[in-house]
């Protein structure tokens, strides 16, 4: 290639960063990026500070105790691998009757995934229908 043409596209370029749009479009870029995650913390804790308030209700309870029967090893990274307690499961359909709704909705307050697809891992199709079987 010409050195000429290089010189030029290296001297367009660098004009094009000093330019204070560009400077100011790519400080918002980074720190989109760096505040990104905080961001995501943070309304991760005003979720849970609002489900640890509701901690006496009945739903929040439930919630709870399908994640602990998703999660026996309760070692939230291992939840897909650490195997199901199915008994509690079933036995959690019937309290759940007439109230999955608000269930489901601590539930995804909480732990940030939905509760039927949580089970839908957890369960074989003939357990997860039983299950929608028992909370209809
Ligand atoms: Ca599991």
């Given at each position: 290639?010409?050195?000429?043409?290089?010189?030029?596209?290296?001297?367009?370029?660098?004009?094009?960063?000093?330019?204070?749009?560009?400077?100011?479009?790519?400080?918002?870029?980074?720190?989109y990026f760096v505040?990104?995650?905080?961001?995501?913390?943070?309304?991760?804790?005003?979720?849970?500070?609002?489900?640890?308030?509701?901690?006496?209700?009945?739903?929040?309870?439930?919630?709870?105790?399908?994640?602990?029967a998703s999660n026996?090893?309760?070692?939230?990274?291992?939840?897909?691998?650490?195997?199901?307690?199915?008994?509690?499961?079933?036995?959690?359909?019937?309290?759940?009757?007439?109230?999955?709704?608000?269930?489901?909705?601590?539930?995804?307050?909480?732990?940030?995934?939905?509760?039927?697809?949580?089970?839908?891992?957890?369960?074989?199709?003939?357990?997860?229908?039983?299950?929608?079987?028992?909370?209809?």
């Amino acid at each position: 290639m010409n050195p000429l043409v290089i010189a030029q596209a290296a001297k367009a370029t660098q004009s094009f960063l000093m330019n204070r749009k560009v400077q100011i479009a790519i400080l918002i870029i980074i720190l989109y990026f760096v505040f990104k995650k905080k961001i995501k913390k943070l309304i991760h804790r005003i979720r849970q500070r609002k489900f640890d308030k509701n901690e006496a209700q009945d739903v929040n309870q439930i919630a709870q105790q399908y994640r602990s029967a998703s999660n026996p090893s309760g070692i939230s990274w291992m939840i897909n691998v650490d195997g199901t307690d199915e008994k509690e499961i079933e036995r959690l359909g019937y309290q759940s009757k007439g109230k999955l709704q608000p269930i489901a909705n601590a539930y995804r307050l909480k732990f940030d995934e939905s509760l039927s697809d949580r089970l839908r891992k957890e369960l074989s199709p003939e357990d997860f229908q039983d299950w929608k079987n028992i909370v209809d």
